[in-house]
Structure formats: structure tokens, C-alpha cells
């Protein structure tokens, strides 16, 4: 009985021993799960923490990406403003210069254009004065001529004979013609000069005819000028054309006035 008892004792210790070490494992057990559930909520914490402050360092990062984007995007657009107002400033001056230099180019034509059509107008009138001379020395010498014929001595023709060969003489001169020639050479220099080195055949005659050709002079007012019949100027200027040898269908006047002649 005594053995029987002391194994119930024993028993009954290790039933107490066992809720013992069982209650301690619980309890460690539960202490180890809080433990874990507390580093897993400080591990959540701290994780929401890095991202919260990435998110942050982000936010700060685009704030200040987009600042300096907005800084260089004003700075270029400055720039190119700038760049802009100055090509535009350039661009109105230039156009300021040219509008002046046009307008000087313009006045500088339109007063070569006077000077042209003043000498032009001292020149017909040159050409007038020439011909009413000689048309007046021929009515003279006519009349000469006529009153001379109503003479009855032989003589006294004669001694007019000096006089009338004189005034033909006179008439036919060459000297009006230089005196022409050299104002007209003043208006455009060299021009008779090099039709008289390009084409050789012209005459005299032939290079009156392209001098009033060149100051713009029709038919008619050739006619008038020189007391030539229409009819006959038109035959000087045909001829002048096959000596030229124009081709068909380009004008007379248009050509002698499209040479460039340096002044």
C-alpha cells in the first residue's frame, strides 16, 4: 500500500510537473506570438513609414523637377523672345534701309530720267535751229537764184556766183552736225562711237537716223525736225535695218534703246 501511494504521489507531481511546463510553454508560446505580432506590426509601421517618406522625398523630387522645368521653359521662352524682338528690330531695319535706299534708287532714276528728257528736249531743239537754218538759207538761195535770173547782164551773174556757192556750202556743212553730235554725245556717251566700231557700213546719214531713234523720236517728229517727207524717213529706216541686219518683228527703236551704253 505504502508503494502504491508513493507512485500516486509521484504521478500526481508529474501531472503538476506537466501543467507546470505546459502552462509555462503556453505562456511563452503566447508571449513568443505576441512578440511576433508585435515585430510584424513594427515591421508593417516601419514599412509604411519608408514608404510614406519616399513618397514624400517624390512628391518634393517632382515638386522640384517641375520648378526647375518650369525655370528653364520660362528662361528659354525669354530667351527666345528676346532673340525674337532683336531679329524683328534687325529685320525692320534692314527693311527701313532698303525702303531708303529704294526710294533713293527712285529719285536718282526719276532725276536721270529728267536729265535724259531735258537734254533730249535741248537736243530737238538743237536739231530745229539746225534745220530751219539750213531751210532758211535754201529759201535764200533760191530767192538769190530767182532775183539773179531776172538780170539782163551776163556779168552781174556771175559776180553772184561766189555768194550763192557760198550759202550751198554752208548749207551742206558738216559743222552742225558735229555741233549736234557733241551735245548728243553728252547725253549718251560713246553711242555713236560704238555703232560706228560695230557697223562699219553706216553712213553719217544713217547715224543722225539712230541718234533721233535713240531719243525716242517717231517718224513724224523726224520729219518735222529734218523737213523730210514721211515717205523718206520710212526709207532710211529700212535701210538702216538691213545694215543692222535686224531680224523681223523687232523694233527699230526698242533695239538702239536696249544698248547699254556706260555714262
Same mark, same amino acid.
Given at each position: 500500500?505504502?508503494?502504491?501511494? &508513493?507512485?500516486?504521489?509521484?504521478?500526481?507531481?508529474?501531472?503538476?510537473?506537466?501543467?507546470?511546463?505546459?502552462?509555462?510553454?503556453?505562456?511563452?508560446?503566447?508571449?513568443?506570438?505576441?512578440? =511576433?505580432?508585435?515585430?510584424?506590426?513594427?515591421?508593417?509601421? &516601419?514599412?509604411?513609414?519608408?514608404?510614406?517618406?519616399?513618397?514624400?522625398?517624390?512628391? $518634393?523630387?517632382?515638386?522640384?523637377? *517641375?520648378?526647375?522645368?518650369?525655370?528653364?521653359?520660362?528662361?528659354?521662352?525669354w530667351t527666345f523672345y528676346k532673340k525674337n524682338l532683336k531679329e524683328k528690330e534687325v529685320l525692320k531695319h534692314q527693311e527701313e534701309i532698303l525702303t531708303q535706299n529704294f526710294k533713293i534708287?527712285?529719285?536718282?532714276?526719276?532725276?536721270?530720267?529728267?536729265?535724259?528728257?531735258?537734254?533730249?528736249?535741248?537736243?530737238?531743239? &538743237?536739231?530745229?535751229?539746225?534745220?530751219?537754218?539750213?531751210?532758211?538759207?535754201?529759201?535764200?538761195?533760191?530767192?538769190?537764184?530767182?532775183?539773179?535770173?531776172?538780170?539782163?547782164?551776163?556779168? @552781174?551773174? $556771175?559776180?553772184?556766183?561766189?555768194?550763192?556757192?557760198?550759202?550751198?556750202?554752208?548749207?551742206?556743212?558738216?559743222?552742225?552736225?558735229?555741233?549736234?553730235?557733241?551735245?548728243?554725245?553728252?547725253?549718251?556717251?560713246?553711242?555713236?562711237?560704238?555703232? =560706228?566700231?560695230?557697223?562699219?557700213?553706216?553712213? *553719217?546719214? @544713217?547715224?543722225?537716223?539712230? =541718234?533721233?531713234? $535713240?531719243?525716242?523720236?517717231?517718224?513724224?517728229?523726224?520729219?518735222?525736225?529734218?523737213?523730210?517727207?514721211?515717205? =523718206?524717213?520710212?526709207?532710211?529706216?529700212?535701210?538702216?535695218?538691213?545694215?543692222?541686219?535686224?531680224? &523681223?518683228? *523687232?523694233?527699230?527703236?526698242?533695239?538702239?534703246?536696249?544698248? @547699254?551704253?556706260?555714262?
Open positions: 500500500n505504502e508503494d502504491l501511494g &508513493k507512485q500516486e504521489k509521484i504521478l500526481s507531481y508529474y501531472e503538476q510537473l506537466n501543467r507546470v511546463i505546459q502552462s509555462r510553454y503556453k505562456t511563452e508560446l503566447r508571449q513568443s506570438l505576441e512578440r =511576433a505580432e508585435i515585430q510584424i506590426e513594427l515591421s508593417d509601421y &516601419k514599412q509604411k513609414l519608408v514608404e510614406k517618406e519616399f513618397r514624400l522625398r517624390s512628391t $518634393k523630387l517632382e515638386r522640384n523637377f *517641375v520648378t526647375i522645368i518650369g525655370f528653364i521653359l520660362t528662361l528659354l521662352g534708287e527712285q529719285l536718282s532714276v526719276l532725276q536721270k530720267e529728267k536729265e535724259i528728257e531735258t537734254k533730249n528736249n535741248e537736243l530737238i531743239t &538743237k536739231a530745229t535751229f539746225i534745220q530751219q537754218k539750213n531751210d532758211i538759207i535754201g529759201v535764200i538761195i533760191k530767192d538769190l537764184k530767182y532775183q539773179i535770173s531776172l538780170l539782163d547782164n551776163h556779168e @552781174d551773174h $556771175k559776180n553772184f556766183n561766189p555768194l550763192i556757192t557760198s550759202l550751198e556750202e554752208t548749207q551742206k556743212t558738216e559743222d552742225s552736225w558735229i555741233e549736234f553730235e557733241k551735245q548728243f554725245t553728252e547725253t549718251y556717251p560713246s553711242f555713236l562711237k560704238m555703232l =560706228a566700231q560695230h557697223f562699219t557700213m553706216l553712213t *553719217v546719214v @544713217d547715224l543722225k537716223m539712230c =541718234a533721233y531713234l $535713240k531719243m525716242n523720236l517717231n517718224t513724224k517728229d523726224i520729219s518735222q525736225l529734218t523737213g523730210l517727207t514721211i515717205r =523718206a524717213i520710212e526709207i532710211r529706216r529700212h535701210r538702216l535695218r538691213k545694215k543692222i541686219n535686224i531680224q &523681223k518683228g *523687232v523694233n527699230l527703236n526698242k533695239f538702239l534703246s536696249s544698248i @547699254d551704253i556706260e555714262r
